[in-house]
């Protein structure tokens, strides 16, 4: 019975999706990617798939550390701008304007090229234990990321902290709880729950910012596709494919977000 | 510091000669991608189901693809194509110049995100307005221009200056594609000299300027489009 009833419920959805004008489109669609698979040059593939996986994994891997040492950055960042003094807020308001202000690219390039061409210059830091990390370039693409995803959040942290109601922070004090237990049970993860929507789209942006690297010998998934252009000479074919893996990460972060969200309280404030 | 001077010896009229090229695509960028905002919404709110859903399938692959990856696919599928299609045509090839397939590639990437802008926008226009712009009989292209795209201004304003503002950023990914704009000037000047810090620094200063100057106008323009209309500060 029940097992009737679901799958006339799936047919019903099904009925509602599937138009007569988006079968159409999706068989359109379809010959699209066949044309695309039995038309184009896919011969490199068996060659090439390891060294992409690796490219993804490391593109996966520089998105999950700056996201996270990013927002680590960001939570001080936006208090200090709600509710610091102006000697903590006019600094953080300073750092996210600049970070929002110049491309990121070129914040890239001034880590990697100008910072990465000062040190050499003093001897005390060649002859540290950083110098083995600072001669290679991912610590730079990592600290560039960080930065970026920093600014643009420590910016909706700000919105946040300073959108949880007062009565709530009241409250908390009239019960006698010192400063740092307000700010880690009631002011943090309310302001989080605010920020957490936007949180999904900062993620998709930061992912599409990872490409980047490329440009200062970082080997990610944008790397592995330009080394497949320059070795087979092969213009579209990489790319679209670059584009598609793209497109599923992005889904798949999208899908990830959408669970998180659906667990957290509704109700606010 | 005399490495900065704009005459001859001193790189600083580079720098500002790629300020111009950016400050150009970004303003055409931006143009082109309100044209394609604008006729995206429309098709959105108001055409066919076909018409909806081949933009919900471009808005969507635009938003979802690195920017940097749809300008280099943009970049030669564009060029190949026109040059493709002028051969069949019996023409000789042409060479694009860099200026155009740059506004070209930027505008098509911004008219995605301008498309959700608008689209949003117009729906936040109380229906009663435009209810009474056909009850009066107003043609579609009166009421466009009358009813609907000044009502919409203030609403859009916001999240159009904030799609200005990743415009004018969006250009130094161009500098990837080899078009001569400041981040790529930068590169060259600081590539020559070997002053690598001072150029990055005073490029990001100049990109800076240009986003704060921006700011001060985008204010003033948002002032003028809520002229009217009841202020926001004292329903707090």
């Keep these: 019975m029940s097992a009737e009833a679901t799958a006339i419920n799936m047919a019903a959805r099904a009925s509602i999706w599937l138009k007569p004008h988006r079968i159409v489109l999706i068989l359109i669609a379809l010959a699209l990617v066949l044309c695309a698979a039995f038309f184009m040059r896919w011969e490199w593939l068996p060659q090439y798939w390891q060294m992409g996986l690796m490219g993804i994994w490391r593109t996966l891997w520089i998105l999950a550390v700056t996201c996270a040492l990013g927002f680590a950055l960001a939570v001080p960042l936006g208090l200090a701008q709600a509710s610091g003094p102006i000697w903590f807020s006019a600094p953080a308001k300073a750092f996210c304007t600049i970070i929002r202000g110049t491309p990121l690219l070129l914040q890239l390039w001034l880590l990697y090229y100008g910072l990465g061409s000062v040190f050499p210059q003093y001897p005390w830091i060649r002859e540290s234990w950083l110098w083995p990390y600072l001669r290679q370039a991912w610590p730079y693409a990592v600290v560039a990321l960080t930065f970026s995803f920093a600014g643009y959040e420590g910016e909706v942290m700000r919105g946040a902290f300073a959108g949880v109601p007062r009565g709530q ?68 074919e990489p790319l679209l494919l670059l584009a598609l893996i793209y497109m599923t990460i992005t889904g798949i972060l999208v899908f990830v977000f959408s669970r998180i969200e659906a667990r957290i309280p509704v109700k606010i404030g | 510091m005399e490495l900065l001077s704009p005459v001859a010896p001193g790189w600083g009229g580079t720098l500002l000669v790629g300020l111009l090229h950016s400050i150009e695509i970004a303003v055409g960028a931006t143009c082109l991608g309100l044209m394609i905002g604008t006729a995206g919404a429309f098709g959105k709110l108001y055409g066919g189901p076909v018409t909806r859903d081949l933009l919900a399938v471009y808005t969507t692959i635009v938003r979802a693809v690195p920017e940097l990856v749809l300008i280099l696919l943009l970049y030669y599928a564009g060029t190949d194509l026109i040059n493709q299609v002028l051969t069949a045509m019996g023409y000789s090839r042409v060479d694009i110049s860099g200026l155009a397939a740059g506004i070209f590639v930027l505008g098509f990437v911004q008219g ?97 300027a240009l986003t704060l100057f921006s700011n001060l106008i985008i204010g003033r323009v948002e002032v003028w489009s809520r002229r009217g209309m009841p202020s926001v500060k004292e329903a707090r």
Aim: no cysteine.
């Design chain 1, 169 to 236: 922070l009241e409250a908390a004090r009239a019960f006698g709880m010192s400063r740092w237990k307000i700010f880690r049970r009631i002011w943090l993860p309310q302001a989080f729950y605010r920020a957490l929507p936007t949180l999904t789209g900062e993620t998709v942006l930061q992912l599409k910012s990872t490409p980047l690297v490329a440009t200062i010998s970082v080997i990610d998934i944008f790397a592995v596709s330009s080394k497949v252009r320059q070795d087979t000479y092969l213009t579209y």
């Design chain 2, 112 to 208: 995605a995100y301008s498309t959700e802008v608008i689209r949003g926008a117009i729906l936040a226009i109380p229906q009663g307005q435009i209810e009474a712009a056909r009850a009066y009989g107003m043609p579609p292209g009166l009421m466009l221009r009358r009813i609907t795209l000044p009502a919409m201004l203030p609403f859009a304003i916001p999240g159009l200056a904030n799609l200005w503002l990743i415009a004018t950023k969006d250009t130094a990914l161009l500098a990837v594609v080899g078009f001569f704009e400041l981040t790529l000037a930068t590169r060259q000047a600081a590539g020559v000299t070997k002053a690598y810090l001072l150029f990055y620094l005073a490029a990001g200063a100049l990109y800076l």
